[in-house]
Nanobody, 118 residues
Framework: VQLVESGGGLVQPGGSLRLSCQASGFTFSSYFMGWVRQAPGKGLEWVSDISSSGVNIGYTDSVKGRFTTSRDNVKNTLYLQMNNLKPEDTGLYFC????????????WGQGTQVTVSS
């Protein structure tokens, strides 16, 4: 089982980035997928979850209206489109899987760094 994030980088405030998470080794279409981030010197913060079918999606309040989570169950890939980025969005972004919304995340990727700075 493996999750590999990509797409992070340095962007100015107001800019956009699209993160990807390539999954392998498990039945991607059967799992909820989530994004979790960690700001420098802080703990983990849940960002978003998407159901196995992609129909149900949730976001933490601070990213609603700016971030969009989607998935491609043919390509086994999870995405996070981030628009109007703010300095407080800076952090290491992880993707993770879980069998249902009530379960803990089972597998985590290595993370991709997002830095929002002028």
């Amino acid at each position: 089982v493996q999750l590999v994030e990509s797409g992070g980088g340095l962007v100015q405030p107001g800019g956009s980035l699209r993160l990807s998470c390539q999954a392998s080794g498990f039945t991607f279409s059967s799992y909820f997928m989530g994004w979790v981030r960690q700001a420098p010197g802080k703990g983990l913060e849940w960002v978003s979850d998407i159901s196995s079918s992609g129909v149900n999606i949730g976001y933490t309040d601070s990213v609603k209206g700016r971030f969009t989570t989607s998935r491609d169950n043919v390509k086994n890939t999870l995405y996070l489109q981030m628009n109007n980025l703010k300095p407080e969005d800076t952090g290491l972004y992880f993707c993770a899987n879980r069998p249902d919304i009530a379960s803990v995340y089972l597998t985590w990727g290595q993370g991709t760094q997002v830095t929002v700075s002028s």
